[in-house]
């Protein structure tokens, strides 16, 4: 079973960067796409990254395109959602997750998901 844990969350201000990583373990993070959702309050969860087996093809929600980016380093067992220009609206509970995706060349769909880490809390103030 593949264990993923979310961390770098915290409190900026509008306009500010944060970095969130997901370490996994349990699994080799290669046989994996990988992809990052949100759940603001009193909303539902939404995927708004995600990344390919090998790192080659990504998928951005367009609420996010050009501020996030998303990456992987599988020897590592590691990945990155870089957030830049944040705003309000990006206030959320954000969660790593994995779905089995070896040799697809693109990234997985928001139902193709099956393992998820806690969450880590996202909080953007004026």
């Known amino acids: 079973q593949m264990l993923l844990v979310e961390s770098g969350g915290g409190q900026v201000q509008v306009g500010d960067s944060l970095t969130l990583s997901c370490a996994a373990s349990?699994?080799?993070?290669?046989?994996?796409?990988m992809g990052w959702f949100r759940q603001p309050p009193g909303k539902e969860r939404e995927l708004v990254a995600s990344?390919?087996?090998?790192?080659?093809?990504?998928f951005y929600a367009d609420s996010v395109k050009g501020r996030f980016t998303i990456s992987r380093d599988n020897s590592q067992n590691t990945v990155i959602l870089q957030m830049n220009s944040l705003k309000h609206d990006d206030t959320a509970v954000y969660y790593c997750?994995?779905?089995w995706g070896y040799g697809r060349s693109r990234p997985l769909a928001s139902d193709e998901f099956g393992a998820w880490g806690q969450g880590t809390q996202v909080t953007i103030t004026s």
């Open positions: 990344i390919n087996w090998s790192g080659a093809t990504t």
């Open positions: 349990g699994r080799a993070l290669k046989n994996y796409g």
């Open positions: 997750a994995a779905g």
